[in-house]
């Protein structure tokens, strides 16, 4: 588990290019995760499944500990 990446190093890698800062761009701000996904289980499964020009992210491409991270990022972008 030491080879994972840290949930900024994931954000930069798959996320910021469409949300860049969490702020809209391709992609909508992030700034309501909260909101729209209180319970992670419900934003993890939408990250899986992807949505729109959102691409899916398979355990492949973020296992769960890179994931729980990403979670764990996207949460302090919301703040």
């Known amino acids: ?3 994972d990446l840290n949930g900024e190093q994931i954000f ?3 996320c910021n290019e469409c949300h860049p800062g969490g702020k809209a761009n391709v992609g909508p701000a992030l700034d309501k995760l909260d909101e729209h996904f209180p ?5 993890i499964a939408f990250i899986r499944a992807g949505k729109g020009v ?3 992210v398979p355990k492949e491409v973020l296992n769960n ?6 979670i ?3 949460r302090k972008l919301d703040k």
Request: aromatic share 8%.
């Open 12 to 14: 930069f890698r798959t």
């Open 1 to 3: 588990m030491s080879n």
């Open 65 to 70: 500990a890179e994931m729980a991270a990403l």
């Open 39 to 43: 319970d992670d289980s419900k934003l």
């Open 54 to 56: 959102m691409p899916p």
């Open 72 to 74: 764990t990022y996207l």
